[in-house]
């Protein structure tokens, strides 16, 4: 079970953005985010828990181990407009609610 | 260029069955762990199933185990998605992604297709 938070947030360009993921057991670094805009397909944003997918902007970054885990936007842009969703891989594979990201 | 294009989606009636393809370009899917998620109307995304690259395992989210199945095409580059017995609530848009692992064994979805539409209505 992936739980994250909050749900939804909105914030000002430029501003730090941070999303919260915690798990119900410990999933080591098995943890992964990904971005999905408005009727498009998930996009890979970071894997491992803290390594960025080539091609990713580096206001990006991820953190943690074990149970809980957060992804950052530093500097938050227009294209950032978006839901985020956690996944871990420890044991199948399950997603987090999402956050839904608004300017 | 890595590609999935997933099709077969449609309306169809509770309990018929439906088949979903997924076809890659780019690289050889039989290669490749290759996952189906779904994402009800306006809701989150959900894991499906799976089937590792050398195909001995298959992996199946228990709210379909039981009524979905895999199978693969290695001269179409094609992975299928059997659904039976279809529910109301199997109503979603339908992707299928690849799988790649990190250093340490942890398996992340690096491509994805842009899905197919799933409706299951009378």
């Known amino acids: 079970q992936m739980t994250q938070s909050p749900s939804s947030l909105s914030a000002y360009e430029g501003d730090r953005v941070t999303i919260t993921c915690r798990a119900s057991q410990s999933i080591a670094t098995y943890l992964n985010w990904y971005q999905q805009k408005p009727g498009k397909a998930p996009r890979l944003l970071m894997f491992a828990a803290s390594t960025l997918q080539s091609g990713v902007p580096s206001r990006f970054s991820g953190r943690g181990s074990g149970t809980d885990f957060t992804l950052t936007i530093s500097n938050l842009q227009p294209e950032d407009i978006a839901t985020y969703y956690c996944?871990?891989?420890?044991?199948?594979?399950?997603f987090g609610q999402g956050t839904k990201v608004e300017i | 260029q890595v590609q999935l294009v997933e099709s077969g989606g449609g309306v169809v009636q509770p309990g018929r069955s439906l088949r979903l393809s997924c076809a890659a370009s780019g690289f050889t899917l039989s290669t490749y762990g290759i996952h189906w998620v779904r994402q009800a109307p306006g809701k989150g995304l959900e894991w499906v199933a799976t089937r590792s690259s050398d195909g001995s395992d298959e992996y199946y989210a228990d709210s379909v185990k039981g009524r979905f199945t895999l199978s693969r095409d290695n001269s179409k580059n094609t992975l299928y998605l059997h659904m039976t017995f279809l529910r109301t609530d199997d109503t979603a848009v339908y992707y299928c992604a690849r799988e790649l692992a990190s250093w340490d064994a942890n398996q992340y979805f690096d491509s994805w297709g842009q899905g197919t539409l799933v409706i299951v209505s009378s």
């Open positions: 996944q871990q891989s420890y044991d199948t594979w399950t």
